[in-house]
Antibody, heavy 117, light 110 residues
Framework: EVHLLESGGGLAQPGGSLRLSCAAS????????MSWARQAPGKGLEWVST????????YYADSVKGRFTVSRDNSKNTLYLQMSSLRAEDTAVYFC??????????WGQGTLVTVAS | QTVVTQEPSFSVSPGGAVTLTCGLS?????????PSWYQQTPGQAPRTLIY???TRSSGVPDRFSGSILGNKAALTITGTQTDDESDYYC??????????FGGGTKLTVL
């Protein structure tokens, strides 16, 4: 059974940094692209970033480009999201998801990030 | 800027059928956008229902079906159950690794 477990959320100050992790199990992690999506309180889903399986190519939404960095450690079956220059509008539940070729496949339960002073 | 449009809300009676749509602010949705659909209840993670326009994800009942209707992607639910009361999101793949979600449709079953 596929299992994705996010961690690392919490309270951060505006301009601060936070690193999220997503521990994967139940599938061959190194063979799959992975994504981060987020959901602000009371709002809809927003795609944040994707990292490919093999080449490690990365893609970002315009809203986070230049501030967030996605990476993966296939030896640890773990996906990361390094978030810096955080803004109030980055406050959201962050979900990791495994990727089918053009879609989000399995989802984690999410971790809450709150950006406030 | 590309915007994916969905009906903000929809109501359906138990046992009835409903079709939710997913459009583009400019242009038509085609299979080349590989539309996918997700179900989410409050406080829970999304659940993948449909991908590549009309392929049901594992374990999804055949009451859920996807298609292209006119210039939009569509999710049709037949024999709607009270458990289907959820938020439904579509997503489109724009190429170059970029995906975009619609604003979601809140489905009420009553």
């Amino acid at each position: 059974e596929v299992h994705l477990l996010e961690s690392g959320g919490g309270l951060a100050q505006p301009g601060g940094s936070l690193r999220l992790s997503c521990a994967a199990s139940g599938f061959t992690f190194s063979s799959y692209a992975m994504s981060w999506a987020r959901q602000a309180p009371g709002k809809g889903l927003e795609w944040v970033s994707t990292i490919t399986a093999s080449t490690g190519g990365t893609y970002y939404a315009d809203s986070v480009k230049g501030r967030f960095t996605v990476s993966r450690d296939n030896s640890k079956n773990t996906l990361y999201l390094q978030m810096s220059s955080l803004r109030a509008e980055d406050t959201a539940v962050y979900f990791c998801a495994s990727r089918g070729r053009f879609y989000f496949d399995n989802w984690g339960q999410g971790t809450l990030v709150t950006v406030a002073s | 800027q590309t915007v994916v449009t969905q009906e903000p809300s929809f109501s359906v009676s138990p046992g009835g059928a409903v079709t939710l749509t997913c459009g583009l602010s400019s242009g038509s949705v085609s299979t080349g956008y590989y539309p996918s659909w997700y179900q989410q209840t409050p406080g829970q993670a999304p659940r993948t229902l449909i991908y590549n326009t009309n392929t049901r994800s594992s374990g999804v009942p055949d009451r859920f079906s996807g298609s292209i209707l006119g210039n939009k992607a569509a999710l049709t639910i037949t024999g709607t159950q009270t458990d289907d009361e959820s938020d439904y999101y579509c997503a489109l793949f724009l190429g170059n690794g970029i995906s975009i979600f619609g604003g979601g449709t809140k489905l009420t079953v009553l």
